[in-house]
């Protein structure tokens, strides 16, 4: 199994509280991925440790065979890393189009006497950026919201404009945390047709999710956090079955 | 439809696009109007327009670093300074009295933006290790610097001529000018032209068309690249490193920018009074550049220009003339003996003014911030956030998840 990500015995404390606790899991490339647990099982601490965030007290994070450990966010981003946020972070007052061309920032060569002069090369880079920020804006269906701000846009479209802006930066591994949060079932299945058409492009899903229908559907692949601790890995039938997993979600039986 | 009737009218609504015309229709009448009204003696008003076009430089750069990248810099006129003692050291004969022993006199332009550079290093000199602050943090070292640096230029001894600072700098030059009836010569070519207080129109003129270039380059900045990060870190600063921006350098780069248009001007400055001493770089010139950009519009660059055009207006002509306005007021009343002291202790209305000019300067910046919070000629966005903040709905679906 070729693993594009593979985390290996990562901790993050914070003063006396173990939020991640000597975690190790691959991820395989080209699959959907899914990291799922109770509230506050330290599961966004992890992607915060995978994306530079934090830096991990311990442990390795290695991405396409290059050691990313504690690397700053736009270097794991240059990378080929990208991700969302639980709590949606949209630059509120750019438009849509610019939030996406921003994602493209890594990707681009012009250097400062290029944008001091508008030389040729300048105007042809941003011109090219535009016409795929728009492409993207098109993919995840906000072509029409080009010119809004972010921050006027529907809860759902600022979702699905996040991931436009991720997907600008040309991640190879895209890092989704709780994407259908807050969605109606209509907007989950359209979510889950747009994980399909990402994964068609030949980039990796890992995914945050706490609906169980769209975690059992849509990934290959599940870790369980619990308490920061990996309590289960597996497919989704081993995982649903897992003793473990049923407690930390319903408690223990008496 | 014509394409010149086209663009007119596509720019009618944009405030912007008229500031912009209005300014440059403005600097170009204002000498020809002064020397009019004033029969051929205006040239002390022309002079001062142009000094005027100094701050206006500096608000410029300020605006990059506070308005773009939303980094406040409390100590801006270090780097004004940085800019005017480069140009002392490189072109005047002071090098001549330093353990160096020789004097340097580099050409203008070359010596213009080699003062330009030093100031951009030192911005990134003291950018490197402080911009890990955010907000407050930030300015009180910021602050810092612009203490330390007046009081280092100050204390360097023979350096830096201590605090009679250094004099007879080179002036301003060109290879060539024109003169003509304009400033009441004939029409000719002058070679190896210098800007000197004899010919201030001139020396006017050259400061319009560095501003000019200065705005070009700045509104190019803006729209690319490097203006968008700005803009994105301001936002958000982690969601900009996760998207791929390495803040610290692009904050750096906003930082140096602007450090570099401040000794830009610095030099200029130094080299038109032809000295340059440290008692010109204090706090009040980085709270006044301050207020320009915050009082024209924060993050709009014609905002800026225009609170610097306001500020300086109102500083240097406004409040010097008030005593003897006022006194000319009460006369025409016939309320003379207001003008006169009188025991009791009532020194004059003239002197009462005087006085009080620093009063009435925060009163006018206190209206002006009550009438129009959101700057003279806001930026879209400050005008929106403003509104917003205003109006904050009971609760977006986010703070809902949250």
Redesign the interface.
Known sequence: MDSILRVQGLTKRFGGLVAVDNVSFEVPTGEVFALIGPNGAGKTTLFNCI?G?YKPTLGTVTFHDHDLTGS???RT??AGI??T??????????SAV?NV????????H?K?W?????TPF?RSE?REITEHSMELLQLVGLERQADN?A?NLA?GQ?RRLEIA??L??DPKLLLLDEPA??FTPQEKVELMGLVGTILARGITVFLIEHDMKVVMQASQRIVVLDHGEKIAEGPPVEVRNNQRVIEAYLGKSA | MTRAGDFVRENMRNPNAIAYFLMAVGALFYPIVIQFINGGNGDFLVGLAADGGIYVLMAIGLNVVVGFAGLLDLGYAAFFAIGSYTYALVASNHMGVTPIGHSLHVPFWIALFIGMFVAAAAGALLGAPTLRLRGDYLAIVTLGFGEIVPRLFRNAGIWTGGVPGISALDVPSLPGWFQGPWIGQNFVWVSDFRFTSANLTAYYVLMMILITFVVI?VH??QS??????W??VR??E??????????VTIKL?AFSIGAATSGFAGAFYGAKLSYVSSENFGFIVSITVLAMVVLGGMGNIPGAMIGAIVLYFILFKLLPDAPLQMQALASSLGLDSLNQSNPNGWPGIAEVVKRSQYVIFGLILVGIMLLRPQGLLPSQ?RK??LK?SEHEPLA???Q???
């Open positions: 994306t965030i700053p966010p736009h981003a240059k990208a991700r946020f639980q709590n949606i972070r949209l630059f509120d007052y750019m610019d061309k921003l994602g493209h920032h890594c990707r681009m012009s400062l290029d944008s001091l002069f508008k300048e941003e701000y921050r809860y600022q802006r991720a600008a930066t949060a807050g | 380059l190019n900045l690319s690249r490097l203006g968008r990060a803009m994105a936002e958000d982690t969601a900009a490193a996760a998207s791929g921006v390495n803040t780069l966005i929106q956030e917003h977006t679906p986010r809902l998840q949250g």
